[in-house]
């Protein structure tokens, strides 16, 4: 195997396997829209990286961490419905990210790289990156975990019975958009959303717990980027786009088993 291409694996299965159970939490929660509004602010967080002159990867992580702080903030005023606020938010920073990187003439940005991802190119250094904070992130959701699970259920049960509902929901939005961030190497800001959906989408026909039903979305994410990388080195197609569309095949697989979850 190239070693590109195992960089591109190593670095692919670390995403999936930290997305699958973050996709199921988004799932549950009807979240596919704010982490689609995130994806899109990435584009933002490049622009403040090349204004301040710091690493671009760590701008779009502080980009994506700020916003989640933004949303959480308006979404407890409720001044605007969610929807129509993720709505405005979503499409108003990638307009402003697009139209801010191109005024940088004299800096040459591979835009595509980053709306599309280009995890064959990936390092090494990447790849500890990218495993260090799938790690973090598997480790704060496991601790967190029951919380999580019982704002999922019922907010205000959960609130009744103790738990600090505001404090794990930020908490949740906060691990998405590292993840987020770092994903948009592996997949690129436009198909973030569908690597952290679509397994967990496939994941909930197969499984009866809300655990298996994490587990079984990292192991079809680990799966599709696999087979998405292998398809992008046989025919020579964009390797982001070959993992989404290789998930929504196993997605499309799992229609024939009826939804238990």
Same mark, same amino acid.
């Given at each position: 195997?190239?070693?590109?291409?195992?960089?591109?694996?190593?670095?692919?299965?670390?995403?999936?396997?930290?997305?699958?159970?973050?996709?199921?939490?988004?799932?549950?929660?009807?979240?596919?829209?704010?982490?689609?509004? /995130? &994806?899109?602010?990435? +584009? *933002? #967080? %490049?622009?403040?990286?090349?204004? !301040?002159?710091?690493? @671009?990867?760590?701008?779009?992580?502080?980009?994506?961490?700020?916003?989640?702080?933004?949303?959480?903030?308006?979404?407890?005023?409720?001044? /605007? &419905?969610?929807?129509? +606020? *993720? #709505? %405005?938010?979503?499409?108003?920073? !990638?307009?402003?990210? @697009?139209?801010?990187?191109?005024?940088?003439?004299?800096?040459?940005?591979?835009?595509?790289?980053?709306?599309?991802?280009?995890?064959?190119?990936?390092?090494?250094?990447?790849?500890?990156? %990218?495993?260090?904070?799938?790690?973090?992130?598997?480790?704060?959701?496991?601790?967190?975990?029951?919380?999580?699970?019982?704002?999922?259920?019922?907010?205000?049960?959960?609130?009744?019975?103790?738990?600090?509902?505001?404090?794990?929901?930020?908490?949740?939005?906060?691990?998405?958009?590292?993840?987020?961030?770092?994903?948009?190497?592996?997949?690129?800001?436009?198909?973030?959303?569908?690597?952290?959906?679509?397994?967990?989408?496939?994941?909930?026909?197969?499984?009866?717990?809300?655990?298996?039903?994490?587990?079984?979305?990292?192991?079809?994410?680990?799966?599709?980027?696999?087979?998405?990388?292998?398809?992008?080195?046989?025919?020579?197609?964009?390797?982001?786009?070959?993992?989404?569309?290789?998930?929504?095949?196993?997605?499309?697989?799992?229609?024939?088993?009826?939804?238990?979850?």
């Amino acid at each position: 195997m190239p070693d590109f291409l195992l960089n591109a694996l190593l670095a692919g299965i670390a995403v999936a396997l930290v997305a699958g159970p973050l996709g199921a939490f988004a799932v549950w929660r009807r979240m596919a829209y704010f982490g689609d509004t /995130l &994806a899109h602010s990435a +584009l *933002l #967080g %490049i622009t403040f990286g090349l204004l !301040l002159g710091i690493n @671009l990867n760590l701008a779009v992580a502080i980009g994506c961490l700020l916003l989640a702080l933004i949303l959480v903030a308006m979404q407890n005023n409720r001044f /605007l &419905a969610t929807d129509t +606020l *993720l #709505g %405005i938010l979503s499409h108003s920073t !990638l307009a402003l990210g @697009l139209v801010c990187v191109s005024l940088f003439s004299n800096t040459r940005i591979d835009l595509l790289a980053y709306l599309f991802g280009d995890i064959l190119s990936v390092n090494k250094l990447d790849i500890i990156t %990218i495993w260090l904070i799938s790690a973090a992130v598997i480790g704060a959701l496991i601790w967190l975990w029951r919380p999580l699970l019982a704002i999922t259920v019922h907010e205000e049960l959960a609130q009744v019975e103790g738990i600090p509902v505001n404090k794990v929901r930020t908490a949740l939005m906060l691990l998405m958009a590292l993840v987020i961030a770092i994903a948009m190497k592996v997949v690129g800001v436009l198909l973030i959303t569908a690597l952290l959906i679509i397994p967990a989408a496939g994941s909930r026909r197969l499984t009866h717990t809300p655990e298996t039903m994490a587990i079984v979305a990292s192991l079809l994410g680990a799966s599709a980027v696999t087979i998405g990388l292998y398809a992008s080195y046989l025919w020579d197609s964009p390797a982001g786009p070959s993992i989404v569309l290789a998930a929504a095949a196993l997605f499309t697989l799992t229609l024939t088993k009826k939804q238990v979850l």
